[in-house]
């Protein structure tokens, strides 16, 4: 502490000098006033023996006393700097009260005698630098060297006080620690005893137990993960099975095989949201997941939902209605967690509902008990077998199932409703039970939320964006050359197919080592390629491979990675290699023609600055 502060006080000096004995002309020559020539050297050398010691000695008791008297004559140089400002007279107390930090009073003592020297010799041969006027009385030099005394009776005090606190709590530890010691050695005489009689039986009781334990955490992480898998994934692979074979029905018209279209892409980006889930498998067991709050309407997500299950509904035979009493109603929540809960209530009110219907109905209005927040109910009422009274307490639980029976006619693993309790408390909010054996059951997702705004490109009247809203706009176009690395035929001929179709001259690359050979023809044939897109998982050469060998020959165009892997530092991973961007597969339309569109506009900007 006090290296710095000698140090600090060197630059304080310097300052001081300059600001109040500023620069002088004379003539044409320019002169530093003399008190900054001795602030610069003299608080030089102040502050560079206690420095020396306070790094090198920090223990030593002369580093002690040097450091009072350097720290004493630094006052007095501020007190010179300053003309003798009575203002500069308190850096001397607080002089003082640093050095007490050290609990020896004989460093106090070292301070005030060199303290009181000084004020003597100057207040003799040079009054004005202390007092800040040549006529004053010669010995009010004895007037501050006795606030100096006064101050010193109150630290030497302290000293003693502090460093009788010191060995008192030192002879407590000390004691402390020798009756710990006794007790510890007394302990351990007993524990020796007790471990000869018992230590067979421990470890054969531990290996027991860890054995148990392993087999059990493996079988439930492993129930855990296909039961998850399978209830999850099912239902939207339902729906995109369903409206695929529809859409090989020749009575089919334009507009019903666009919404079959449609439908299958929106259960398609469902599925996906769902495997980045699972793949994020470790943050949901550690419970770490999060939601994404945003704009959303309860009722549309609930018409695509129905739409969606409608195709089990009619296998079946069954009615699934909607009823939407609030069409109007934007709440800011998280849609695909929404979502899923709908399709597990859903799911389950169909698989145990024999004949009759289905009625999903929405309401959204403003809560009676929080002003300014919206409660949003979904109840999904059937006609089923019911639920008896005893088994209603097991519903939430992992795994559960009303009874052996119901699981041996209806299948399932029982994770639904867990899964759909959890999403409904992360959304404040819970799912509410009413049922009756023979009459049915009634499942309501109540949540409390804030009031959302309608997007710019809302909804159209039912609710749904249609089929042309969710691909890039009409007008995106492209203009250069590409060259697709990609081993997969039917990625070749999707991506080819967006590529050309939005105006790009497309290229084909099957592997990592044509790539590279066709990127190296097109330099030197002067007709390099504007963007190369990159699978990072090829034969021959994979994409890591291909773009570490194009950069080292120098290629400088861009590369866009393309690659299944979305785990967290897979994107670092690509640029790493040399890549300039990252897209994930499924590859977006609308992502993609946007991410070309981007390299190939630089592109066409630096030809016509060229």
């Not at 099912?234 to 095989?257: C, F, H, K, N, W």
Request: charged share 20%.
């Amino acid at each position: 502490m006090f290296v710095w502060l000698m140090l600090a006080q060197w630059i304080a000096e310097v300052a001081a000098a300059v600001w109040i004995s500023p620069t002088t002309w004379i003539g044409v020559q320019q002169q530093i006033h003399q008190h900054v020539w001795l602030a610069l050297l003299l608080g030089g050398i102040l502050s560079s023996l206690p420095m020396y010691l306070g790094l090198r000695r920090p223990a030593a008791t002369t580093t002690r006393h040097v450091i009072a008297a350097s720290q004493m004559l630094h006052s007095a140089l501020l007190i010179h700097l300053t003309g003798g400002r009575i203002e500069t007279h308190f850096h001397i107390f607080g002089s003082l009260a640093f050095l007490a930090f050290y609990r020896d009073w004989r460093v106090v003592a070292t301070a005030t005698g060199v303290v009181a020297a000084d004020h003597f010799i100057r207040g003799v041969f040079l009054p004005v630098s202390v007092f800040g006027s040549a006529g004053v009385w010669r010995w009010r030099w004895l007037e501050h060297a006795g606030w100096v005394v006064f101050e010193d009776i109150v630290l030497f005090a302290g000293c003693a006080q502090g460093v009788r606190g010191m060995r008192a709590l030192a002879a407590d530890r000390a004691a402390l620690e020798r009756s710990r010691d006794g007790v510890e050695t007394q302990v351990r005489e007993r524990t020796a005893e007790l471990t000869e009689t018992t230590e067979s039986l421990r470890t054969r009781e531990a290996e027991v137990r860890s054995a148990r334990d392993q087999a059990e955490a493996a079988s439930k992480a492993k129930s855990d993960f296909l039961a998850n898998m399978s209830h999850e994934i099912r239902t939207p692979m339902g729906a995109i099975l369903g409206y695929a074979e529809l859409l090989t029905d020749a009575g089919q018209s334009v507009e019903q095989r666009a919404d079959c279209v449609a439908t299958i892409r929106r259960s398609g980006e469902h599925l996906l949201s769902l495997i980045n889930d699972i793949l994020d498998l470790s943050k949901i067991e550690a419970g770490r997941m999060t939601v994404e709050i945003i704009d959303c309407h309860p009722g549309q997500i609930a018409e695509e939902a129905v739409s969606l299950m409608a195709v089990r509904a009619n296998a079946k035979g069954i009615a699934l209605r909607l009823q939407i009493d609030s069409a109007d109603a934007w709440v800011r929540s998280d849609p695909l967690r929404l979502r899923q809960v709908l399709f597990n209530l859903m799911g389950n009110a169909i698989k145990f509902t024999e004949k009759g219907e289905v009625v999903v109905t929405v309401t959204a209005e403003p809560s009676p008990t929080h002003a300014g927040r919206v409660a949003v109910r979904i109840a999904v009422r059937d006609s089923g077998i019911g639920i008896a009274p005893e088994h209603m307490r097991k519903l939430f639980g992992a795994f559960a199932q009303a009874d052996a029976s119901t699981t041996r006619k209806f299948g399932g693993t029982g994770l639904g409703l867990m899964i759909s309790k959890r999403f409904a408390e992360m959304l404040d909010g819970d799912i509410e039970v009413r049922s009756q054996p023979g009459c049915g059951s009634t499942f309501t997702l109540a949540l409390l939320c804030e009031p959302g705004a309608v997007p710019a490109r809302a909804a159209d009247e039912n609710g749904s964006l249609g089929p042309i809203a969710a691909h890039a706009e009409p007008g995106d176009r492209l203009a250069g050359r590409i060259l697709l690395a990609e081993d997969g035929p039917d990625n070749q001929r999707l991506l080819c197919f967006h590529l050309r179709t939005a105006g790009a001259e497309v290229e084909i690359a099957e592997n990592g080592r044509l790539a590279v050979d066709k990127a190296a023809a097109s330099l030197r044939e002067g007709r390099a390629f504007a963007l190369i897109l990159m699978d990072m998982h090829m034969p021959e050469l994979d994409g890591y491979g291909a773009t570490d060998e194009l950069r080292r020959k120098g290629w400088t165009g861009p590369i866009v990675a393309l690659t299944a892997h979305a785990m967290g530092g897979d994107r670092e991973k690509c640029l790493a290699a040399g890549c300039d961007e990252y897209l994930t597969k499924p590859i977006d339309r609308a992502g993609l023609i946007a991410m070309c569109g981007r390299f190939l506009a630089g592109e066409m900007r630096a030809k016509k600055a060229a």
